[in-house]
T-cell receptor
Framework: DTGVSQDPRHKITKRGQNVTFRCDPISEHNRLYWYRQTLGQGPEFLTYFQNEAQLEKSRLLSDRFSAERPKGSFSTLEIQRTEQGDSAMYLC???????????FGPGTRLTVL | GENVEQHPSTLSVQEGDSAVIKCTYSDSASNYFPWYKQELGKRPQLIIDIRSNVGEKKDQRIAVTLNKTAKHFSLHITETQPEDSAVYFCAASMKSNYQLIWGAGTKLIIKP
């Protein structure tokens, strides 16, 4: 499968726990994006990497959120001390440098109880 | 910052008729405008996009128009089919940051 993949697809956790999600972009895509989508809304930008460098962070990304892309390939998004308001679909997308088109993964649906 | 508004929130059309979804944006620096289709529980899929140096683009039954002066762009679907039923999102971005700013979505319902 040459598309963007995300793992896990679903995560249920209790409030206060830490969670980590993984995204594997399309190979050769050097840009990687994280978005959050709540029910009935459009995705909201969280952060963006070019290779291993994190170039943009949204104000939505509180101190409890951290994202990494250590080798410029896959990326992880960690949420510490989860809150019920963190419940959402977390989408990852990738694009090729010099091209605008972003291709999305299937998302990780997080439910915080 | 950029703000994208999308209308209508729900659109119901008879199979075979045309559907039009409209979006406006606020930042004149935006230069890339994609449209995504999202079926329930699935990933957003890019269906068509347009850049600010072009006024119109067409791909089979789907077309997008852009009016830079008025800062609005529209999605046109002709000869609608049941499989066109989904939520459609418009978005805008600029070269300086590549982040997509999304509209709230339009739920398109195709009535048989």
């Amino acid at each position: 499968d040459t598309g963007v993949s995300q793992d896990p697809r679903h995560k249920i956790t209790k409030r206060g726990q830490n969670v980590t999600f993984r995204c594997d972009p399309i190979s050769e895509h050097n840009r990687l994006y994280w978005y959050r989508q709540t029910l009935g809304q459009g995705p909201e930008f969280l952060t963006y990497f070019q290779n291993e460098a994190q170039l943009e962070k949204s104000r939505l990304l509180s101190d409890r959120f951290s994202a990494e892309r250590p080798k410029g390939s896959f990326s992880t998004l960690e949420i510490q001390r989860t809150e019920q308001g963190d419940s959402a679909m977390y989408l990852c997308a990738s694009s090729f440098s010099g091209r605008d088109e972003q291709f999305f993964g299937p998302g990780t649906r997080l439910t915080v109880l | 910052g950029e703000n994208v508004e999308q209308h209508p929130s729900t659109l119901s059309v008879q199979e075979g008729d045309s559907a039009v979804i409209k979006c406006t944006y606020s930042d004149s620096a935006s230069n890339y405008f994609p449209w995504y289709k999202q079926e329930l529980g699935k990933r957003p899929q890019l269906i068509i996009d347009i850049r600010s140096n072009v006024g119109e683009k067409k791909d089979q039954r789907i077309a997008v128009t852009l009016n830079k002066t008025a800062k609005h762009f529209s999605l046109h679907i002709t000869e609608t089919q049941p499989e066109d039923s989904a939520v459609y999102f418009c978005a805008a971005s600029m070269k300086s940051n590549y982040q997509l700013i999304w509209g709230a979505g339009t739920k398109l319902i195709i009535k048989p």
